[in-house]
Nanobody
Framework: QVQVVESGGGLVQAGGSLRLSCAAS????????MGWFRQAPGKQREWVASITSGGGTNYADSVKGRFTISKANAKNTVSLQMNSLKPEDTDVYYC?????????WGQGTQVTVSS
């Protein structure tokens, strides 16, 4: 059973930084891709950033230039460095891990940016 766990959320002032981490366990396979999504109450979950097994990255326009996704040394581990945070970045952030044809989600971590 694949488990995905996010960490690193919290409360920060506008202009500040946070670093989120995500680790998937319970599998011998390496992820094809890992990504971050975010969701506010009553809204659809939106894609933020993703990284492939080859290291290719993509970002939503709203975070481009401010957020950086990167793979950590441990297998199936990824981080999201968030700089120049804005109040509109306030959301629950979810990590999605793609292994083969399956997607696995974490429980989410709250990020709150105060103005």
């Amino acid at each position: 059973q694949v488990q995905v766990v996010e960490s690193g959320g919290g409360l920060v002032q506008a202009g500040g930084s946070l670093r989120l981490s995500c680790a998937a366990s319970g599998t011998v396979f390496s992820a094809n891709a890992m990504g971050w999504f975010r969701q506010a109450p009553g809204k659809q979950r939106e894609w933020v950033a993703s990284i492939t097994s080859g290291g290719g990255t993509n970002y939503a326009d709203s975070v481009k230039g401010r957020f950086t996704i990167s793979k950590a040394n441990a297998k199936n581990t990824v981080s999201l460095q968030m700089n120049s945070l804005k109040p509109e970045d306030t959301d629950v952030y979810y990590c999605r891990v793609t292994i083969g044809a399956s997607n696995y989600w974490g429980q989410g971590t709250q990020v709150t940016v105060s103005s």
